[in-house]
């Protein structure tokens, strides 16, 4: 992503390449077209943990944002800070319908914090089947339209962690599988794949 | 739609699973109900509140509400919301779950008492809190005292999982708030932060015997939310399907 205002720092991305939370914020920051500096940050080696990073996030989850003074935690704060403080390609409707069934979560619960595997799947088919129940009606080319919104931004991580992590059956949400498809011929969302990230580990 | 019984119930608070000795999850459904032509005098409390007709120009204090409690295996809740979820909030055509996704939306749509500052840091810090309650301290907290009633977990180590996850997201949110005077957790004035912190705080002491003397921002502004009448009519014993107390 072309850098555009040369006297203002980049934002700096705390992330781990294959953390569905990173995951998130570097498709919306590809999706509006920011250019930010990536600084890994190894959760196998409990990076985590250090007491430097413990001062950006003392929940010790990636990911975290740090734009000139501001230092956020969590997805979700990080995506809607964002969203104002970048307003070209907005993720956000201005219809408040459309605006809520965006911003709300289906899989609350942060997973990959030693929950055992059958409970995760089970947080996973009850979101996915909740969501696709939600947007199966819809003809749109993305969840909510032929648009990609925030909804998007949430959805694809999960539905690829799903996948590639938890064995998810997508037989099951026929129209999740379908938006999976549409992600992983998205520019900026294969972009902030896990496995594009510089932190991750080469292939043999 | 027609006007609710006359009780003016303040701005939601995340309410969520109900005490669990009755084995019972509380989900609420709420109307939220419109103005009538004539300004209504309220009493709730100590307070006099007046509701406005659509042509008077006084400030609303609240938004009134019609609280439908919901058991555990309510089949037609289903129908309504597929995501069982709580709480849900209805409003004409809009139905909307995820507790932080139904006070954004009433930002958009009430904009009294705005509860996130304009300013972009202190809007995300908020965003944050809410988000560590409503994410991270929350659910696992559920996922304890469920498997504790399911007869998966026993009542220590129930107990013990909760500890863990509020202990963590306390601590973390302390550190985040450090050298914090103001009067609630980013400002003198109630805002989202609180909004999420209370309900947690509040189910720490009066169910999990969490000692708040270690958080002491936390244990100051729960004094504070204690005094507050909206903060006060939201407390789960203060519902309309709150067990009665023991005699």
């Not at chain 1, 998205?186 to 594009?196: G, N, Q, S």
């Not at chain 2, 919901?70 to 309504?80: F, G, R």
């Not at chain 2, 909030?89 to 006070?103: F, N, R, T």
């Not at chain 2, 729960?222 to 107390?245: L, W």
Request: glycine share 6%; with cysteine.
């Amino acid at each position: 992503m072309a850098s555009a205002e040369a006297p203002a720092a980049r934002p700096i991305l705390y992330s781990y390449w294959r953390s569905s939370c990173s995951h998130r914020v570097r498709i919306a920051l590809n999706l509006k077209g920011i250019d930010y500096e990536y600084r890994a940050v190894n959760l196998l080696k409990g990076e985590q943990s250090d007491p430097e990073f413990m001062k950006l996030n003392p929940m010790k989850f990636v990911p975290a944002l740090v734009d000139g003074d501001a230092v956020i935690g969590d997805s979700y704060a990080i995506a809607l800070y964002l969203e104002d403080k970048y307003p070209q390609r907005p993720l956000l409707p201005q219809d408040l319908k459309k605006k809520a069934l965006n911003i709300q979560r289906f899989i609350e619960q942060k997973v990959g914090t030693g929950e055992s595997i059958p409970w995760v799947q089970q947080q996973i088919d009850r979101g996915f089947t909740a969501v696709e129940n939600m947007i199966k009606g819809c003809a749109g080319k993305f969840a909510m339209g032929d648009e990609v919104q925030l909804a998007d931004v949430f959805l694809a991580p999960q539905i690829f962690a799903a996948v590639t992590r938890y064995q998810t059956d997508m037989s099951n949400y026929p129209t999740l599988a379908r938006l999976h498809g549409q992600y992983m011929t998205h520019p900026a969302f294969e972009a902030a794949l896990p496995d594009r990230q510089p932190d991750a580990p080469s292939s043999g | 739609s027609p006007s609710s019984p006359c009780s003016v119930l303040p701005l939601l608070s995340g309410v969520t699973a109900h005490s669990f000795t009755t084995s019972r999850q509380e989900l609420v459904l709420l109307r939220v109900g419109h103005g009538s032509d004539e300004a209504r005098p309220v009493q709730r409390g100590d307070q006099l509140l007046l509701l406005p007709g659509p042509h008077r120009p006084q400030p609303q204090r609240g938004v009134e509400y019609e609280y439908r409690a919901v058991e555990w295996n309510d089949t037609d809740y289903e129908k309504i919301n597929p995501i069982k979820y709580v709480p849900a909030l209805q409003d004409g055509d809009i139905l909307v779950s995820d507790s932080l996704a139904i006070i954004l939306y009433l930002e958009d749509k009430y904009p009294q008492h705005l509860l996130l500052p304009q300013d972009l840091k202190r809007k995300a810090l908020n965003l944050q809190i809410a988000s560590i309650v409503c994410s991270s301290i929350q659910p696992l907290q559920c996922y304890a005292v469920i498997g504790l009633i399911k007869g998966k977990l026993g009542p220590d180590e129930s107990l013990q999982i909760v500890h863990h996850y509020i202990d963590k997201g306390f601590r973390a949110i302390e550190k985040l708030l450090e050298g914090c005077d103001s009067k609630f957790a980013t400002g003198d004035e109630v805002q989202l932060a609180d909004v999420f912190l209370a309900p947690q705080i509040h189910a720490g002491v009066t169910r999990f015997d969490i000692d708040m003397s270690k958080y002491p921002h936390l244990e100051r502004f729960y004094k504070a939310y204690m005094e507050i009448p909206a903060f006060q009519a939201a407390r789960p014993e203060n519902q309309p399907d709150a067990p009665s107390p023991p005699q």
